[in-house]
């Protein structure tokens, strides 16, 4: 997974429940590991948010892959710990959608993204590929009847989305109230 999205020229990405991984701030990474997998250990945990963290470094510090992200509105609301956590989130998220190669859209009530999380990824010279995620593993799908399926709904989540502009506007008007909540 690492591979394909560091050689990626885009990814095309759907959350319902927490930021994607490459957008998260190693506090929002810890949190979200220790959440979803309450039987990890200690080291396994830091081994998990270390590689997080490193995939996440290495986006932020290079050209591509373009990113953009349809997330559930509740993902902006959800505290995954403390309100410190959340505003540095929340300000981490603002600062990447302010280099623009980083997009994201906010989608509210029901929308086909519901079905779970998933991102297509495209890597140069090669047919687009999906990753779908669950609550015991990931899959890689690559036939392209199931791709096209896939973008079918990426679109369909994407017109559902309130706009890029939009979008960065109520995770900007979040944090604020965050600030003086």
Known sequence: MADLERDATAIMESQTMMFPALLQTEAYAKAAVCTLSPW???H???VSVRNRMERAERFAASESPIHW???DHSVITRKMGSDDLHREQLTHVADLISDERVSVQVVCGRHPG???PFKIISPPGASDVVYAESAHSGQIIDT???????????GAIQAAALSPDESARLILKTLEGLEHG
């Open 40 to 42: 990890m250990t200690q």
């Open 114 to 116: 519901m079905a779970g």
């Open 69 to 71: 992200a349809v997330i």
């Open 144 to 154: 392209p009847e199931d791709v096209r399926r896939f973008r079918l709904v990426y």
């Open 44 to 46: 396994e945990i830091a």
